[in-house]
């Protein structure tokens, strides 16, 4: 089943440059999925429209059941409740701990306390810092905040979760352990994409990739078929 | 349920944000309290002007004195006469007699003096007492009374009526401008600290929008802070109001400078205007907030 359906996507900034033209591509439940492409191909832009931080020119998208073009501003936090985003600077607030940053996401809708609690243990023992609870993002390691900003996406156990560059502040063995977080998610059944210049990273993992390049897709690998050679 | 647990996160996130930034939050909490001082006193001038005003123009009364040698017929004319008279509440018509036996009554001096009048040494005079409906109109209404035969003379403190209705004006106007004024710069104060808080809360509110706050979730901790400023700001100008009123009121037993300016009873006067102030209090953040979050919350 189709959980992203682009369709004859075109993105141009008001200034006149244009990211993206007529794209299509659908991803399946369930798939782990990078996008790789040099820099100003148009990465960023695919997922921002995603997750309806920038809005189509034109074309059709469909997230988890909803017209992502369509959607109105005030209706954006709708999209949103349904997928998780991580970012390469992790975006954590540094005056709450590892546990208040993760909950800090639940309490905006309102759960109760000891259902906060509840997920929030069970989501930091899955990226391995529950002994960390207490602690604040500037006392941990650069894997480990990212791993903080990926149990805080996954918290609300959204169906997609967007990755834009996690890995790109951190060195080698770090990155290999935020993707093994990464594929622990993915077998839970969370539908995962993931922009990076690694391709170090895209060969080991063995996954579907799609090469970006001056916003058209040029090519889309199989599961398996990537190499790093294969640019 | 979840909108109340929403809802209390909420307050407690606005009361932490306003001790937050401290400085900020104390100069606009100042600023409503110098507002709200300057509204009660406002308000208390106002209202008591309002109801010493409505004391005097209810007591205000044209006295038409008659000829002293007026006969019945010619009185039952002038009677008529006033009787034809727009905006006239009522009238009194008080004989030479009545006037007499009541300064007779008033002291025994008087009574001595005039027992030993006759009837046609007696110089009082004859009057008809007019109350009217709107003080405005009083000029006019002495005018067309003095304009009717057989009557002498007519007084109504003129001069001194208008003069006491356009400085209780005056004095209305320039505390309404005043309130306005103040209100203004307090609003454009607290939009100023919420603007700030906005900035300062700005990865916050970004984090807020991608776990998928809603809107109204986002706008309303900010809203609500206004909220709160107008209410902590609020509390001084009450206890000072509340306290300050009585005591002059009881200063002064009741009444200021003289006996006819008489002061509105503190119960519950002065309740109504610190709910009064409170809610100005209330409004008038909750607009800066709303204001600055219109502007600078872009979602």
């Known amino acids: 089943m189709n959980l992203i359906r682009m369709k004859g996507v075109n993105k141009q900034y008001k200034n006149g440059v244009t990211a993206i033209y007529d794209l299509d591509l659908t991803i399946e439940k369930g798939d782990f999925v990078f996008i790789i492409g040099s820099t100003g191909c148009g990465k960023s832009t695919l997922i921002k429209m995603l997750y309806r931080e920038e809005k189509p020119t034109s074309g059709k998208i469909i997230v988890g059941g909803l017209d992502v073009a369509k959607l109105r501003n005030g209706k954006v936090y709708k999209l949103r409740r349904k997928l998780g985003v991580v970012f390469q600077d992790f975006k954590l607030l540094s005056k709450l701990t590892v546990y208040e940053n993760v909950a800090f996401a639940l309490e905006v809708f309102g759960l109760p306390k000891s259902e906060i609690h509840e997920k929030v243990l069970k989501v930091l023992d899955l990226v391995g810092l529950k002994n960390k609870a207490k602690h604040y993002p500037t006392e941990l390691s650069g894997g480990e905040q990212q791993r903080v900003a990926i149990a805080r996406a996954i918290v609300n156990g959204p169906k997609l979760l967007i990755c834009d560059e996690p890995t790109g502040n951190l060195d080698e063995a770090t990155s290999m352990e935020i993707m093994k977080v990464l594929e622990e998610i993915n077998k839970l059944g969370t539908t995962i994409i993931m922009v990076t210049h690694d391709t170090n990273i895209v060969s080991l993992m063995k996954k579907r990739v799609i090469l970006l390049d001056a916003g058209r897709i040029l090519k889309d690998y199989e599961k398996g078929t990537y190499t790093h050679e294969g640019i | ?299």
């Open chain 2, 1 to 299: 349920m979840r909108a109340f647990r929403v809802l209390s996160r909420n307050i407690r996130d606005s009361f932490k944000s306003v001790f937050r930034n401290f400085s900020l939050s104390l100069a606009s909490i100042s600023c409503i309290a110098i507002t709200l001082i300057v509204v009660a006193v406002a308000i208390i001038l106002t209202y008591n002007v309002n109801n010493f005003a409505t004391l005097v123009e209810k007591d205000v009364t044209i006295v038409a004195f008659l000829d002293v040698d007026i006969t019945e017929e010619e009185t039952k004319m002038v009677e008529e006469e006033i009787k034809k008279l727009d905006n006239i509440e009522n009238y009194v018509y008080r004989s030479k007699t009545d006037i007499t036996e009541e300064m007779m009554d008033s002291s025994d001096i008087f009574g001595s003096i005039m027992s030993e009048w006759k009837e046609e040494e007696n110089p009082l005079q004859a009057t008809f007492q007019v109350k009217v409906i709107d003080i405005d109109t009083i000029g006019d209404i002495a005018n067309q009374i003095k304009g009717i035969n057989h009557v002498d003379v007519v007084k109504y403190g003129e001069g001194m009526v208008e003069q006491l209705v356009s400085v209780f004006d005056s004095i209305k106007n320039v505390s309404l401008i005043v309130v306005i004024a103040l209100i203004l710069v307090t609003a454009f104060l607290i939009s100023n600290t919420i603007k700030i808080t906005i900035f300062s809360r700005r990865r916050e509110i970004e984090i807020m929008r991608l776990v998928g706050a809603s809107n109204i979730n986002i706008k309303i901790p900010f809203i609500l802070e206004g909220l709160v400023l107008g209410i902590i700001g609020s509390i001084l100008p009450v206890v000072i109001t509340i306290y300050g009123y009585v005591a002059i009121y009881n200063k002064f037993g009741g009444k200021l400078f003289t006996q006819i300016i008489q002061l509105i009873k503190p119960e519950p006067f002065i309740y109504l205007v610190a709910i009064a102030l409170v809610t100005i209090g209330m409004i008038v953040g909750m607009f800066g907030s709303w204001r600055a979050v219109k502007k600078h919350l872009k979602i």
